[in-house]
């Protein structure tokens, strides 16, 4: 159980277009997602969260007119990066959050490399 | 703000050495604590976690426990196989798993055989 997947796994674009990223919780209702970014040998940094049905919520210093977050209902949430350039070429993770009181955690999914030309 | 520290690798071990990642970390209240794997090509897995102070979260033969008066969360494991290689990431949530989660940088753990 607690599964989430992503897709595409790798996308290479050209520099000025826009890339959709989806990220689905295949076998539970996610009320919350979360968007991370990871540089290489890096750590996750948390993107924004996203939650069903209303406005993410973006950490400081992501421009949220560049990565837009829609959370449609409870089993997908999409990444688009808009007019994409080679500085966001990175790989971009979601995670939905599952169970509930102490037994909440995060699943990650197999995130998604991008590669802006 | 919140923020994670541990032990930089890569650490290399030979098989059924003796594994401690150390992980120490900043937060106000009373956060979650984590330790998510990732092993080659694959995404983040749920290692073990743990909620409260002196909670001790353990799985496939790891363990760590929260103490909260030293801030720290370190990984153990007494007998470590080759099949253990994988980057390790300690992680806090000031809400559980319901909140935006703050990792390390991650520990690259190479195990000979």
């Known amino acids: 159980g607690a599964v989430v997947s992503q897709h595409p796994s790798r996308v290479i674009c050209k520099s000025g277009t826009s890339v959709k990223i989806e990220c689905r919780s295949l076998?539970?209702?996610?009320?919350?997602m979360f968007w991370y970014r990871q540089f290489p040998k890096q750590s996750l940094m948390l993107m924004a969260t996203?939650?069903?049905?209303?406005?993410?919520?973006?950490e400081q210093g992501v421009e949220k007119d560049k990565f837009l977050i829609n959370h449609a209902s409870l089993t997908l949430s999409t990444l688009t990066v808009t007019s994409a350039h080679p500085e966001d070429s990175s790989f971009y993770i979601c995670?939905?959050?599952?169970?509930?009181?102490?037994?909440?955690?995060?699943?990650f999914g197999p995130g998604t490399r991008l590669t802006v030309l | 703000g919140d923020s994670v520290t541990q032990m930089e690798g890569p650490v290399t071990l030979s098989e059924e050495a003796f594994l401690t990642i150390n992980c120490t970390y900043t937060?106000?209240?009373?956060?979650?604590l984590f330790w998510y794997v990732q092993y080659p090509g694959e995404g983040l897995q749920l290692l073990l976690k743990?909620?409260?102070?002196?909670d001790k979260g353990s799985n496939k033969g790891f363990e760590a426990t929260y103490r909260k008066e030293t801030t720290s969360f370190h990984l153990e494991k007494g007998s470590v196989q080759v099949s253990d290689s994988a980057v390790y990431f300690c992680?806090?949530?000031?809400?559980?798993?319901?909140?935006?989660?703050?990792f390390g940088k991650g520990t690259h753990l190479i195990i000979q055989p």
């Open positions: 995670s939905a959050s599952y169970g509930s009181g102490s037994h909440r955690s995060q699943f």
């Open positions: 076998d539970f209702q996610a009320t919350t």
């Open positions: 996203s939650n069903e049905g209303s406005k993410a919520t973006y």
């Open positions: 937060a106000t209240g009373y956060p979650s």
């Open positions: 743990a909620t409260k102070a002196d």
């Open positions: 992680a806090l949530s000031p809400g559980g798993g319901a909140d935006g989660l703050t």
